[in-house]
């Protein structure tokens, strides 16, 4: 059973960035497809990004895509995301993802079995 933490979270002003980590403890990391979803208040959790196992392939949400990367350090468990040009409508709970998956297609979609509890980010304007 995996446990992941997430950290990097915090304020920041319109137009900064933030980078988030995700560190996996008790499970294969390396075999993990690995996501970020975020939920706002008074909103449903959304996807945002995620990595293959390999970290070949990578997805992003529409409304992140050009400003967020993911990335991924299989020898440290740990999986990122890189925030820049940060919005207000980027402020939300970021959940970091993961689960068991040896694909490259369809990982926005997957039924992730593993979350972390979350690292609030806020961005003023």
């Known amino acids: 059973q995996a446990q992941l933490v997430e950290s990097g979270g915090g304020l920041v002003q319109a137009g900064g960035s933030l980078s988030l980590s995700c560190v996996a403890s008790?499970?294969?990391?390396?075999?993990?497809?690995m996501a970020w979803f975020r939920q706002a208040p008074g909103k449903e959790r959304e996807f945002v990004a995620a990595?293959?196992?390999?970290?070949?392939?990578?997805y992003y949400s529409s409304s992140v895509k050009g400003r967020f990367t993911i990335s991924r350090d299989n020898a440290k468990n740990t999986v990122y995301l890189q925030m820049n040009n940060l919005e207000p409508e980027d402020t939300a709970v970021y959940y970091c993802?993961?689960?068991?998956?040896?694909?490259?297609?369809?990982?926005?979609?997957?039924?992730?079995?593993?979350w972390g509890q979350g690292t609030q980010v806020t961005v003023s304007s």
């Open positions: 990595i293959a196992w390999t970290g070949s392939n990578t």
């Open positions: 993802a993961g689960k068991v998956y040896y694909g490259a297609e369809g990982l926005p979609f997957l039924e992730y079995d593993y």
């Open positions: 008790g499970g294969t990391f390396k075999t993990y497809a």
